[in-house]
């Protein structure tokens, strides 16, 4: 990574190196992962677009996730987490599929569930990757966290491919 180079300007040059496309799908982010992505000059070469899906009801409808999953492990799970990355990928025929689904907060936490719990999750063919975080910031600390999170995700995955 270049000095001083923020984590979407990173994530842009190696999709643009490695000739890759990206569609997200996001919840509890609100879209801020393509906010940030799409602020940097050229993204529109690498970044297909983003679902934002917060009902359970869009998560299936737009996103492909099942029912099943849904009433099995919750929204705020790494199953649907990967279902949501799969489900966007293949909504926008992209490489790469990220995806976030937490509970920023103040309410909808449970003890098995806190507020602050979210799952970022990848798929990119036979790669597939789940990460756990629960943050303990305000509702806007933990948006920016997670969007950050799934940022550096997709940061890693891009490295590695070399």
């Known amino acids: 990574m270049m000095m001083d180079e923020r984590v979407e ?36 070469s690498y ?15 737009l996103l492909g996730v099942r029912h099943a999953t849904l009433e099995e492990h919750g929204a705020v799970s790494g199953e649907t987490a990967i279902e949501m990355a799969r489900g966007a990928r293949t909504a926008l ?4 599929g990220l995806s976030v689904t937490g509970i920023a907060g103040p309410s909808g936490g449970t003890p098995d569930k806190p507020v602050g719990l979210v799952y970022v999750a990848l798929a990119a063919g036979s790669v597939e990757r789940v990460e756990r975080f629960v943050w303990n910031g305000d509702r806007e600390g933990n948006k920016v966290q997670s969007a950050e999170a799934a940022l550096a995700l997709l940061r890693e995955y891009l490295s590695e491919r070399g």
């Not at 025929?93 to 790469?96: I, K, R, S, T």
Request: aromatic share 2%; net charge neutral.
């Open 9 to 44: 300007e990173a994530v842009g040059r190696l999709l643009t190196e490695r000739k890759l496309t990206l569609a997200l799908g996001e919840s509890c982010t609100g879209g801020l992962v393509a906010h940030r992505l799409t602020n940097v000059p050229g993204s529109s």
């Open 47 to 61: 970044v297909l677009g983003g679902i934002v899906a917060y009902s359970n009801e869009a998560k299936e409808r």
């Open 93 to 96: 025929g992209a490489d790469v």
